[in-house]
Nanobody
Framework: QVQLVESGGGLVQAGGSLRLSCVAS????????MGWYRQAPGKQREEVAS???????NYADSVKGRFTISRENVKDTVYLQMNSLNREDTAVYYC?????????WGQGTQVTVSS
């Protein structure tokens, strides 16, 4: 069973930065998309950023220009660099990896932005 482990969350002041990491417990074959989602209290989970097999990037409008997603294929690791954080970015951030037959989720890491 594949496990995804996120790290890098925490408490940061508005305007600050954090870098999230997501590492797979073992090699995942046939990765199609790697991405980050977030869920704020009382809101639905939303996609923040994703990177497809062919390198295509996708960002939510609310994070464009501030967040950058990247990956290390050899390690099946995906990162999310978050800059210029604001209070609206406060949420639990989840890593997601999709293959052609499965979708894997991490347990989530809390990001809290204080004013």
């Amino acid at each position: 069973q594949v496990q995804l482990v996120e790290s890098g969350g925490g408490l940061v002041q508005a305007g600050g930065s954090l870098r999230l990491s997501c590492v797979a417990s073992r090699m995942i074959f046939g990765i199609n998309v790697m991405g980050w989602y977030r869920q704020a209290p009382g809101k639905q989970r939303e996609e923040v950023a994703s990177i497809r097999r062919d390198g295509t990037l996708n960002y939510a409008d609310s994070v464009k220009g501030r967040f950058t997603i990247s990956r290390e294929n050899v390690k099946d690791t995906v990162y999310l660099q978050m800059n210029s954080l604001n209070r609206e970015d406060t949420a639990v951030y989840y890593c997601n990896v999709q293959t052609f037959g499965n979708s894997y989720w991490g347990q989530g890491t809390q990001v809290t932005v204080s004013s």
